[in-house]
């Protein structure tokens, strides 16, 4: 199947840092999502992106639709201890398919 | 309020075994998904439903199955469980197939060890 490369595997970073992560594939997706999944739950949905070159912002998080539509990046700014989590981003190639996960970023966030 | 629960939460089994994973949702959901989640692949699709006595194959489904007699329930069965079965599994739902955003909600998972 599809495969979602996301980047990078982990990340540890000071309270208030801002952090970024991306997500890129050798294929086109018509849309991108970005989920966080906290300790012992399940992933819940952050921000849905539909039309290339989007910016969409969720409170302090950010994230982008990359123009060639085979990439995504998600920007977390003033990081704060309940960021702590494992992000994950997830594409839609068509309307109807499946959605493809990429491996997930997990985020520590020292106080 | 309205939610998606699946039970156990923890189980350990031997080898061999058949066990059933419950997933259940409030929502009146139209389709509902099976995942498995192991470290260095993410969420990896087993099964999926649209509706009920539809089910379909995901991309890891071999030594699985799923039934769906009715909406609110999409159970899945190891019929043999296996060490590389050993994972944390979430079972999803979303609105309608005729949605162009596949915006899924999340059971809380269960943690699952194959001995």
């Known amino acids: 199947g599809q495969q979602l490369n996301q980047s990078p595997q982990s990340m540890f970073i000071q309270e208030g840092e801002d952090v970024s992560m991306n997500c890129t594939s050798s294929s086109i997706f018509n849309t991108w999502l970005w989920y966080k999944q906290d300790p012992g739950e399940g992933p819940v949905l952050l921000i849905a992106l539909y039309k290339a070159g989007e910016l969409t912002s969720n409170g302090r998080l950010t994230a982008q639709f990359g123009i060639t539509r085979k990439d995504s990046f998600l920007n977390i700014s003033a990081s704060i201890p309940s960021d702590v989590g494992i992000y994950f981003c997830?594409?839609?190639?068509?309307?109807?398919?499946?959605?493809?996960f990429g491996e997930g970023t997990q985020l520590t966030v020292n106080p | 309020d309205a939610e998606i629960t699946q039970s156990p939460r923890h189980k350990i089994t031997e080898t061999g075994r058949q066990v059933t994973l419950a997933c259940h949702q409030t929502?009146?959901?139209?389709?509902m998904f099976w995942y498995r989640q192991d470290l260095g692949h993410g969420l990896r699709l087993i099964h999926y439903?649209?509706?009920?006595?539809?089910?379909n194959k995901g991309e890891v489904s071999d030594g699985y199955s799923v039934s769906r007699s009715n909406t609110e329930d999409l159970p899945l069965t190891l019929e043999s469980a296996a060490s590389s079965q050993t994972s944390v599994y979430f079972c999803a739902s979303s609105r309608d197939r005729g949605d162009s955003i596949e915006k899924l909600f999340f059971g809380s998972g269960t943690q699952l060890s194959v001995l």
């Open positions: 439903s649209y509706g009920v006595q539809d089910t």
């Open positions: 997830a594409g839609q190639q068509t309307s109807g398919s499946r959605l493809t």
């Open positions: 929502w009146n959901h139209n389709n």
